[in-house]
């Protein structure tokens, strides 16, 4: 059998990345920097899946670093777009400012610039927590500066052609009529309502009628306005079928990834790209989007929003990299309820790493020792961290006394599940412990039973209803396996999988005691 070829780190990223670098080569362009770009959005809470661009997008500056090429990440906040809907939870006054650019609405909380910029900051916070490099580069700033303006002119003076090719396309008419271009009118302060209907290039202005239009699934009257404005200082802004054109035009983009849901206006501007700009599209990769628990697409205007802070303040970033990393392909349903499973997953992946988990396929362990590199920003630790089992700490945690970084690390010492501990593993401890106060686990996945394990399992149940000493529970499982033909250490794995959710753990005597034998029972008897 011919052995697989192993791409950098032998991950997702990394044949990305070397794609990447072949297109490049073939049309002859400097790979001296290679700009990589993720679009922040403004106008809503940015969420985990907004988050997920810009995440992967450094994954593929890494890969290329990795390569030996330098690259740069472009934080592209959408910050003239105009306010669609206002997002569950915030004030009622803010649907005074729909259809008004993002960047030029007070900030709701009163603590940024505008609604765009704090919009904004959430996202870069989660960027600056995940100690992910970028250049930020705020749209408004692009459009005022004059960044996008030879783009801005170029697609104007061929919006007949644009327009036509939008209706083969997707078959959509408006553009035909319309410039692809949303002034801001100058007496209302409104985007999306002002039609441009001409452009006059000697001047740079295009013609406007303030007429009204359907933005967010409800109607905004125009304030019947008419008059010119000038597209070189940032009086508007380029449709959506157009403006990703420009932006990679004008900041000689070579990646960007993007979600199903805006294939088609890809499709468009790659057209307008390489047609209008004369500026060869990025590489682009699909992803799908993260849906709720109930199927539902997370949005940023809806109250199914899951921050990257949400996550940061229950998990550790290796998780949230690693969610990220992992793949790239296939739908995934998200909750809060799913980092318990990514700190875990980060614990074996570790594991594996340092030899402590054996797996026989090379390539296989090529690749998940790749996962775990660029998890770690390509700068792995010299020695691994301390680990134990999220549940193990969950369930201590739970019955703290009071401190519950002392009181875990005491117990966990004292089981021999640790000899030590470090600032880091103490950070863990009380991330679950924030966790743990709220979302307590309601449902365990089904251990397999078979007959003589569930009447091992009853003997001891109904011994913890009891209350029994340490030593006592202990004895007792030893008895119920001896009593029914089951090897001690089996029945110790089946009792571990219910309890914790992992096929080892502490010594059980003592952690059912600390953790309360009754409680115990419980999760036991449900698993009969």
Known sequence: ??????????????????????????????????????????SGIPHVGSIGDAIRAYGILLSLNNLGYQSE??????????????????PNWLNNYLAHPVSKIPDPFDCHSSYGAHMSSILTDGLDKLNIKYTFQSG?????????????????????????????????????DVLPYYPICPSC????????????????????????????RQNIDGCGDEGEVDVTIGNGKLSWKGEFAARWAALDIRFE???????????????????????????????ELFLDKSGKKISKSLGNVFTPQVWLTYGTPQSLLLLMFKRIAGTRNLSVED????????????????????????????????????????????????????????QLSSVAPNDPVEYVVEKLKSYRTIDHTTEEFNLKIMLISKWVKEFQV???????????????????????????????????????????????????????????????????????????????????????
């Not at 005022?144 to 327009?163: D, H, Y």
């Not at 309502?193 to 967010?216: F, L, M, N, Q, T």
């Not at 011994?463 to 000493?469: A, G, Q």
């Open 1 to 42: 059998m011919k052995e697989e070829k192993i791409i950098g780190r032998g991950i997702w990223l990394d044949k990305v990345a070397a794609e990447l670098v072949k297109k490049e080569k073939k049309l002859g362009r400097s790979l001296d920097l290679i700009r990589v770009e993720s679009g922040i959005g403004a």
């Open 73 to 90: 990440l472009i934080a592209y906040s959408d910050d003239m777009d105009g306010l669609r809907k206002v997002p569950d939870g915030l």
């Open 140 to 176: 408004l700033d692009a459009y005022q500066s004059g960044l996008l303006t030879e783009q801005v002119v170029k697609i104007l003076e061929n919006s007949q052609r644009i327009g036509k090719k939008i209706g083969e396309i997707l078959g959509q008419k408006k553009f035909q």
């Open 189 to 216: 302060g409104r985007l999306y309502v002002a039609e441009a209907h001409s452009y006059d290039s000697s001047s740079k202005r295009v013609k406007y009628r303030c007429v009204g239009a359907e933005v967010g």
């Open 257 to 287: 990834a993007y979600g199903k849901d805006i294939a088609d206006s890809v499709k468009v501007n790659d057209w307008i790209s390489e047609n209008i700009l004369e500026y060869i599209p990025p590489y682009h990769v699909t992803y």
């Open 339 to 394: 980092i318990p499973t990514y700190m875990d997953e980060y614990d074996s992946l570790e594991d594996l790493y340092f030899g402590k988990i054996k797996e026989q396929n090379p390539a296989k362990l090529r690749k998940l020792k790749g996962l775990y590199e660029y998890v770690n920003h390509l700068k792995p630790p010299l020695i691994p961290s301390i680990h134990a089992p999220y549940n193990l700490i969950a």
């Open 442 to 528: 309601t449902e365990r996945s089904k251990v397999e039973l078979d007959d003589s394990e569930r009447k091992a399992i009853t003997e001891i149940v109904n011994l913890l209803n009891k209350s029994p000493e340490p030593d006592t529970i202990q004895h007792q499982i030893f008895e119920s396996a001896k009593s029914n033909n089951i090897h001690p250490s089996k029945l110790f794995n089946k009792l571990y999988s219910i309890l914790i959710g992992t096929d080892r753990g502490p010594r059980l005597g003592p952690y059912l005691a600390d953790t309360g034998t009754k409680k115990a029972a419980k999760l036991l008897s449900e698993q009969l």
